[in-house]
């Protein structure tokens, strides 16, 4: 997977087709998504071992519920 493809705020969707945030940044071998579009208006991660498909947007092997109830509330990389 080339992940030079994933851009500041592309959208990250969930095999439901639902939108789980906006990328802010990678972070080591984790997406960083904005907190503007968290509920909590909290940073949350998510690994990028759950990527499966880069285009316009970043699809995750797992639904939105499923990515939300398991993404990081801080960074893995401790940055």
């Given at each position: 997977?080339?992940?030079?493809?994933?851009?500041?705020?592309m959208?990250?969707l969930?095999?439901?087709?639902?939108?789980?945030?906006?990328?802010?940044?990678?972070?080591?071998?984790?997406i960083?998504?904005?907190?503007?579009?968290?509920?909590?208006?909290?940073?949350?991660?998510?690994?990028?071992?759950?990527?499966s498909?880069?285009?316009?947007?970043?699809?995750?092997?797992?639904?939105?519920?499923?990515?939300?109830?398991g993404?990081?509330?801080s960074?893995?990389?401790?940055?």
């Amino acid at each position: 997977m080339d992940t030079s493809q994933i851009s500041e705020h592309m959208p990250v969707l969930g095999t439901d087709d639902q939108q789980v945030g906006l990328v802010d940044h990678l972070d080591g071998d984790a997406i960083k998504l904005t907190k503007n579009d968290s509920g909590d208006g909290q940073h949350h991660w998510i690994p990028l071992s759950w990527v499966s498909q880069i285009d316009e947007h970043v699809h995750i092997d797992r639904s939105a519920a499923d990515a939300m109830s398991g993404w990081m509330d801080s960074s893995p990389s401790g940055n």
